[in-house]
């Protein structure tokens, strides 16, 4: 079975605080994705990863950035963390290309910005 | 610009109906769907992945299928139990270089004892 971690399930932090999510994958996958999720907007793609050290922005970029320095793991970072950021964010894993390659999620973690 | 959409938002039946989840999507040049479920404060559990080639996935209770050229895809649950109220959104995976998958809002079901 694909598993893939977030590092904490519910995190309190405040406001301007430097914020690390991490997420581990185990099936070698060589896509990665960090999503948040609120009420009435769904999940937003924040930014992805296709392989080690390679990035691409998604829809919502701002505020965030990511670090991809092996395979497994890839890593969302609030630089200064704001009240708009207290969200649910997912991270999921796939194989790339056209066939075979569905996503799979990690449990979350709810990030709550004071 | 792709976008997917959800009806009904939420549905409340009686266990043991049967009953239909549907998903629409704008852009038909998409290279699979894929339902998932969410239980509330949860990841999502993926479910039953359609490529655009297929007309439809089966797993247990529940069968996906996929009309590309209407832009639909409906999820069909059989004799429904309490175990599986939870939301249940579709996923898009457009045909660029980038493997971005496109979310619809999601389905909540709940499932009366």
């Known amino acids: 079975d694909v598993k893939v971690t977030q590092s904490s399930r519910y995190l309190v932090k405040r406001t301007g605080e430097k914020v690390f999510l991490e997420c581990v994958q185990d099936?070698?996958?060589?896509?990665m994705f960090w999503y948040r999720q609120d009420p009435g907007l769904g999940l937003r793609l924040i930014y992805f990863?296709?392989?080690?050290?390679?990035?691409e922005k998604g829809d919502i970029p701002e505020g965030y950035s990511v670090s991809r320095e092996k395979k497994e793991r890839f890593s969302l970072i609030l630089e200064s963390a704001s009240t708009n950021q207290t969200s649910m964010y997912l991270c999921a894993s796939s194989w790339p290309g056209e066939h075979y390659n569905e996503q799979f999620f990690g449990p979350g973690t709810r990030l709550t910005v004071l | 610009k792709q976008e997917v959409t959800q009806i009904p938002a939420a549905l409340s039946v009686p266990e043991g109906e049967n009953l239909v989840l549907n998903c629409s999507f704008t852009?038909?040049?998409?290279?699979?769907l894929q339902w998932f479920r969410q239980d509330p404060g949860k990841g999502l559990t993926s479910l039953l992945l359609?490529?655009?080639?297929?007309r439809e996935q089966t797993s247990g209770r529940l069968n996906a299928s996929l009309d590309k050229s209407s832009g639909r895809s409906t999820l069909y649950i059989a004799a429904s139990q309490p175990g599986d109220s939870a939301t249940y959104l579709c996923?898009?995976?457009?045909?660029?270089?980038?493997?971005?998958?496109?979310f619809g809002p999601g389905t909540s079901l709940s499932v009366i004892p």
């Open positions: 359609i490529q655009s080639s297929q």
């Open positions: 852009d038909s040049a998409i290279y699979n």
């Open positions: 996923a898009v995976r457009r045909r660029t270089s980038y493997d971005k998958v496109i």
């Open positions: 099936m070698d996958h060589e896509n």
């Open positions: 990863s296709y392989d080690v050290k390679m990035k």
